[in-house]
């Protein structure tokens, strides 16, 4: 990924993607599948939950991904790393082909 249009692209339904907080090394990285899908935002299943279960009801089994604006985003061999509006790194993804 070079761009925030395109893990927009790839972030569809069943889409995989390694999730990581890059400055809270407590938190493990996880796998996460995209669930749900709108125009401004995706959702990725939270524990155990099913992406069956997230496509009943996104509102209320689902962890929501807005769509952040492209200037807060960091693009390097393929991973793409949303920072807040200090600089520091709030959390990345890199997409599972």
């Given at each position: 990924m070079q761009s925030l249009s395109d893990f927009?692209?790839?972030?569809?339904?069943?889409?995989?993607?390694?999730?990581?907080?890059?400055?809270?090394?407590?938190?493990?990285?996880?796998?996460?599948?995209?669930?749900?899908?709108?125009s401004n935002a995706v959702v990725f299943p939270i524990g155990n939950?099913?992406?069956?279960?997230?496509?009943?009801?996104?509102?209320q089994s689902g962890c929501w991904f807005y769509f952040p604006k492209a200037g807060n985003c960091f693009f390097?061999?393929?991973?793409?790393?949303?920072?807040n509006d200090f600089g520091s790194a709030l959390l990345s993804y890199e997409f599972i082909p």
């Amino acid at each position: 990924m070079q761009s925030l249009s395109d893990f927009k692209r790839k972030a569809v339904v069943g889409a995989k993607f390694i999730r990581r907080f890059p400055e809270n090394p407590t938190i493990p990285e996880r796998i996460a599948a995209v669930a749900h899908r709108q125009s401004n935002a995706v959702v990725f299943p939270i524990g155990n939950t099913t992406i069956e279960q997230v496509k009943e009801n996104p509102h209320q089994s689902g962890c929501w991904f807005y769509f952040p604006k492209a200037g807060n985003c960091f693009f390097e061999n393929g991973v793409m790393t949303v920072k807040n509006d200090f600089g520091s790194a709030l959390l990345s993804y890199e997409f599972i082909p």
